[in-house]
């Protein structure tokens, strides 16, 4: 049966965290098997954009990552902590607000990678979307991959945990096509081609809402590791709330042999049960928006959550930028919706279609391509050409021309 651990944070801080990271480390194996003496280990934070706070559940603590580093060191490997951060985002920006600094300060390596030297990666055959992967040399040395995400809620794949915090080790055009030619299906092909040896969720604070940067802190003090991604991913989803079958990249990992998402099949060890820890998570698509004017919402019963989440999460966008009144008297559409089903008043220049199940309407309103597609463009779609507009945790000049994508 595939393992995974469940250990409680005994105190809040360096040392109680360093003593969860070993122990929940130790009950699924150790590093013994996977760490050789002066092996290359990347240790993947997410570090998506700079937080509300430090400690929100936006991004990984580095409490979490120094502890995994220093086991590294304890077996004779080189730990190397490295992210790329959303696109549109300055990474070093968010290693200061994250306080990576201090573990830079302490003679630990802590990398951007967006300022590194890149290449390509192959996916093996079998891949569904992508036969190469963008990245860097350093993602393509390493010996060993360690994912430390947070448990978080995401406005695109519902939630976000071990498998796709990976794409922080893709460069920026790979993740723009990630939403083009299919997200879920690439993520996937992600873990087939990077094979990440072991995951440790930072779970100490966790985030519910309109993760993965605007969402509301939940406190957790739990630490989670295992040898299985899908095993991980689908026991930090339960604990949330969500059924495995409900994550869509859970489902998909496990259907290509990745890993085990039957809770049947997986023991979970430690200090406590999933029952004894569970919490159902707000999800993004519950997030009440207030204060935009009237427009229809059209959302087919079969668009997927990735398009449903992402309309909402764009709607949230054109508010925080004052731009709500853009939505005035507009149909937005999602899904697989028959044509017949569009009322007659909805003129095109007023229709915004969202996503590839919506491709056989394009003749009817504005068309954004995508599976999801970025909030940036819906919000585009929806206030029209001329409008100055940016995704709202970018810090780079031109963000609004990037993918935006989230961790």
Known sequence: ??????????????????????????????????????????????????????????????????????????????????ESSAAGVDTEKVIEAGEYTRLREQGYEVIDLKTTPRTKIAVPEG??????????????????????????????????????????????????????????????????????????????????????????????????????????????????GYDPKDVMITVRAAARGIGEMDLDKIEVRGDVSIADVERRFKRASETVIEGVPPFKLMLDEGACTGCRNTVISAIMDLKSQGLEGCLEGKYVIAGPLDEKLIPPCAEKDKTILVGICAKHLEGRGTYVQGCPPNNIFIVRAIVGEGQKIERRYATEEGADDQSGETK
Not at 138 to 164: C, G
């Open 1 to 82: 049966m595939s393992t995974v651990s469940l250990v409680k944070v005994k105190q809040d801080d360096e040392k109680g965290i360093a003593e969860a990271v070993r122990r929940a480390v130790d009950i699924v194996g150790g590093l013994d098997d996977i760490v050789k003496t002066g092996d290359l280990v990347l240790i993947n934070p997410n570090l998506v954009a700079v937080p509300s706070g430090r400690v929100t559940g936006a991004i990984s603590r580095w409490e979490v990552c120094k502890a995994i580093a220093d086991l590294v060191l304890e077996k004779g490997g080189r730990p190397v902590i490295a």
């Open 127 to 240: 891949h569904k979307v992508f036969s190469e992967l963008g990245s860097w040399e350093l993602v393509r040395k390493a010996d060993v991959i360690i994912s430390v995400p947070v448990m978080k809620t995401h406005d695109q794949t519902e939630v976000t945990l071990s498998m796709k915090n990976l794409k922080g080790l893709i460069d920026d055009p790979t993740k723009k096509a990630f939403h083009r030619d299919g997200l879920l299906e690439g993520v996937v092909d992600l873990m087939t081609a990077l094979k990440p040896e072991l995951t440790v969720f930072d779970a100490t604070v966790c985030q519910e809402g309109m993760g993965p940067i605007f969402g509301t802190p939940v406190p957790m003090g739990l630490i989670l590791a295992s040898r299985d991604y899908v095993a991980a991913d689908a026991v930090g989803g339960k604990i949330m």
